[in-house]
């Protein structure tokens, strides 16, 4: 568990966080956000972004016995997650609640 603790604060530190969430208001800044802020807004999502890529890759290098076996894992997760992107067809509906 102190190892899992200790690559979650190590791989998804603030100040990467902090730093794109900068870089993302200085290029594109958002006019108006849901609920807080939006440096503050865009950050939290970015934080949750990283945060979940590192689970999903955590997942696997705990389902895989070896390289070769994490290595065909990837492209099963990736086809969800290109999925329900919005890649591929637009997925009309869901931001129209906000």
Same mark, same amino acid.
């Given at each position: &568990?102190?190892?899992?603790?200790?690559? !979650?604060?190590? @791989?998804? %530190? +603030?100040?990467? %966080?902090? %730093?794109?969430? /900068?870089?993302?208001? !200085?290029?594109?800044?958002?006019? $108006?956000? !849901?609920?807080?802020?939006?440096?503050?807004?865009?950050?939290?999502? @970015?934080?949750?972004?990283? @945060?979940? %890529?590192? &689970?999903? #890759?955590? &997942?696997?290098?705990?389902? +895989?016995?070896?390289?070769? $076996?994490?290595?065909? =894992? /990837?492209?099963?997760?990736?086809?969800? $997650?290109?999925?329900?992107? *919005?890649? =591929?067809?637009? @997925?009309? *509906?869901? #931001?129209? !609640?906000?």
């Amino acid at each position: &568990m102190a190892s899992l603790a200790g690559k !979650v604060a190590l @791989l998804t %530190g +603030a100040a990467s %966080g902090i %730093g794109l969430a /900068i870089a993302v208001n !200085v290029i594109s800044p958002f006019p $108006q956000t !849901v609920l807080l802020p939006p440096p503050l807004e865009i950050y939290i999502s @970015l934080s949750l972004t990283s @945060l979940v %890529g590192l &689970m999903i #890759g955590l &997942m696997i290098s705990c389902l +895989a016995a070896n390289s070769d $076996q994490a290595n065909s =894992i /990837i492209p099963v997760i990736l086809i969800f $997650q290109i999925l329900f992107s *919005g890649v =591929i067809f637009k @997925l009309t *509906g869901f #931001g129209e !609640v906000f």
